[in-house]
């Protein structure tokens, strides 16, 4: 239900999406079911984004909450990398948002790294790149976002890689 959800959302259905999501989460929640349960909080705190920033932030917590109880941590970089989106869509020009932000698109990073996630470490790149260009901070947001990248060989067709190249392009 968590992906179905998901996949409404995206088709301009948001409503219905994030519903069935949340449905779907109290169906494993009943069950007991905690396996991947910080990946469904993910999918729908990721929903949120551009429909309930607030609520986002709520999810994110809840799925924080799951990671250090349960130690289940694959998603915790892109956990991280949506709470710091979700903070720049509620203060879109506040300063302590702006680095509460930032600080969560630099953990994420960090968490990346030491999972050797680098499609994690990508993303979390790309929006702190996205917030520095904003800041003003060009050059180090190239100097990240061109690090990263360097470091792929293939998949440049992935939609992660074309949009890190379309930031790289937008940067210089």
């Known amino acids: 239900m968590v992906y179905t959800g998901s996949t409404l959302a995206r088709l301009e259905q948001p409503e219905d999406g994030l519903a069935k999501m949340r449905d779907g989460l109290k169906m494993c929640q009943r069950a007991g079911a905690v396996l991947n349960r910080s990946l469904y909080l993910y999918c729908l705190a990721k929903e949120y984004v551009n429909t309930e920033p607030k609520e986002g932030l709520?999810?994110?917590?809840?799925a924080q909450d799951v990671i250090e109880q349960t130690g289940e941590r694959f998603y915790e970089a892109e956990l991280l990398r949506i709470k710091g989106e979700l903070l720049l869509k509620l203060g879109l020009n506040g300063g302590d948002t702006l680095k509460e932000a930032e600080d969560c698109f630099l953990k994420a990073i960090e968490v990346a790294r030491r999972q050797?996630?680098?499609?994690?470490?990508?993303?979390?790149?790309?929006?702190?790149?996205?917030?520095?260009?904003?800041?003003?901070k060009v050059n180090d947001a190239?100097?990240?976002?061109s690090n990263i990248y360097g470091w792929f060989t293939e998949g440049f067709?992935?939609?992660?890689?074309?949009?890190?190249?379309a930031t790289l392009e937008a940067l210089l």
Do not use: I, P, Q
């Open 58 to 62: 709520v999810v994110v917590a809840e």
């Open 142 to 145: 190239h100097c990240a976002l």
């Open 157 to 165: 067709n992935t939609g992660d890689l074309r949009e890190a190249r």
């Open 116 to 136: 050797e996630a680098k499609s994690w470490e990508l993303r979390a790149t790309m929006s702190l790149s996205r917030l520095w260009h904003r800041l003003g």
